[in-house]
């Protein structure tokens, strides 16, 4: 249980809201990132540290978790307080005298409050099927890919058809034992390219396709999978030899306590005015996938941005008597 105050509360501490550290930091103001999540880097940290992004800029290609160690090293000059493990469940006050509190008891006064909470609280969609939670403890079900040598030599059983199914069936090439994709219909949801690809290993015979197949039954012992049932849309089954399943379902997300603070939402979103990025409740901003506005692309690289535009509206409430004379950080270094 902490006592903090800061300039400004940035909830959430995924790729936008520690840019937003940087931004604020720029302008000498203080921070505090809070967190649901044991650890800084959100969805790229829990869910896909190792798959490559693209478009970053001055970056051809990134693994996600090298971009967080980045950010990581990048806002470390400004000494941010970060409250993780905790969830933000109360927000009261106006601009310039917020008091937030935490899950965990904490206290937190600032001045301003930047929610960068991505689509809010996550977890997986567990599929229904019994005896599930004594394969998840023993990891032989896992719904997250930290380390792809985490499954060398495995038997894997990939269930789902959008873009991470059909992903991590291309990135466990060459490590995995064996990959078998279940899918209920031959048409993926994922992209075309991706999709092609795994046409192609198919064919070569390094992925077996499981179609039209849903998953059904689990089989092992002590909770060590061996065998993933599957049925078809007649009810036939057929055993699938396994030593892990990943469904990929998809993501249940939730704005939580956040959904309760009287800010404008449109369709669990977080409105704002693009030109500051301050939402309906003055003093709260919000920026990367939580916050829409027309033109709204939901990029890590336009997250980026939207953490400068809402520091530079900040400052204004941080330092209400002094003008803000903007200088290229080439020019002023990064504070001290």
């Given amino acids: 249980m902490e006592t903090l105050s800061a300039d400004v509360a940035i909830i959430g501490a995924g790729p936008a809201g520690m840019f937003a550290v940087f931004e604020c930091g720029m302008l000498?103001?203080?921070?505090?990132?809070?967190?649901?999540?044991?650890?800084?880097?959100?969805?790229?940290?829990?869910l896909y540290p190792e798959k490559p992004i693209y478009d970053i800029p001055a970056h051809p290609?990134?693994?996600?978790?090298?971009?967080?160690?980045?950010?990581?090293?990048?806002?470390?000059?400004?000494?941010?307080?970060?409250?993780?493990?905790?969830?933000?469940?109360?927000?009261?006050?106006?601009?310039?005298?917020?008091?937030?509190?935490?899950?965990?008891?904490?206290?937190?006064?600032?001045?301003?409050?930047?929610?960068?909470?991505?689509?809010?609280?996550?977890?997986?969609?567990r599929p229904p099927l019994d005896g599930l939670t004594t394969f998840e403890a023993t990891s032989s079900v896992r719904y997250f890919v930290k380390k792809r040598d985490d499954l060398r030599n495995k038997r894997v059983v990939i269930a789902g058809g959008g873009d991470s199914a059909v992903d991590w069936a291309l990135a466990?090439?060459?490590?995995?034992?064996?990959?078998?994709?279940?899918?209920?219909?031959?048409?993926?949801?994922?992209?075309?390219?991706?999709?092609?690809?795994?046409?192609?290993?198919?064919e070569a015979g390094k992925v077996e396709m499981v179609i039209p197949y849903q998953l059904h039954a689990l089989h092992g012992s002590g909770g060590v999978l061996e065998a993933v049932e599957v049925a078809d849309l007649d009810g036939a089954?057929?055993?699938?030899?396994?030593?892990?399943?990943?469904?990929?379902?998809?993501?249940?997300?939730?704005?939580?306590?956040?959904?309760d603070w009287g800010l404008g939402l449109e369709k669990s979103h977080l409105a704002v005015t693009s030109s500051t990025m301050e939402t309906s409740l003055p003093g709260v901003f919000a920026v990367g996938d939580i916050c829409t506005y027309p033109g709204k692309l939901k990029l890590i690289l336009q997250g980026f941005a939207e953490g400068a535009i809402a520091a530079h509206a900040i400052y204004a409430i941080v330092n209400p008597d002094q003008a803000l004379h903007f200088e290229y950080s080439t020019t002023k270094g990064v504070p001290r």
Wanted: charged share 15%; net charge negative; aromatic share 4%.
């Fill in 28 to 46: 000498k103001m203080s921070s505090v990132l809070i967190d649901a999540l044991d650890e800084l880097g959100g969805q790229c940290a829990a």
């Fill in 61 to 125: 290609a990134i693994e996600a978790g090298a971009l967080i160690a980045q950010l990581e090293e990048q806002i470390a000059p400004f000494a941010c307080a970060k409250l993780l493990g905790r969830q933000v469940t109360g927000l009261s006050g106006k601009p310039g005298d917020f008091v937030l509190t935490t899950s965990a008891g904490d206290e937190i006064k600032a001045k301003a409050v930047i929610v960068a909470a991505g689509a809010g609280a996550f977890g997986p969609n």
């Fill in 172 to 202: 466990l090439q060459g490590i995995a034992a064996s990959i078998a994709v279940v899918h209920r219909r031959p048409k993926f949801r994922a992209s075309p390219e991706s999709t092609a690809q795994l046409d192609m290993l198919a």
């Fill in 237 to 259: 089954t057929k055993h699938l030899p396994a030593d892990v399943l990943l469904p990929f379902f998809g993501l249940a997300m939730e704005l939580g306590p956040i959904a």
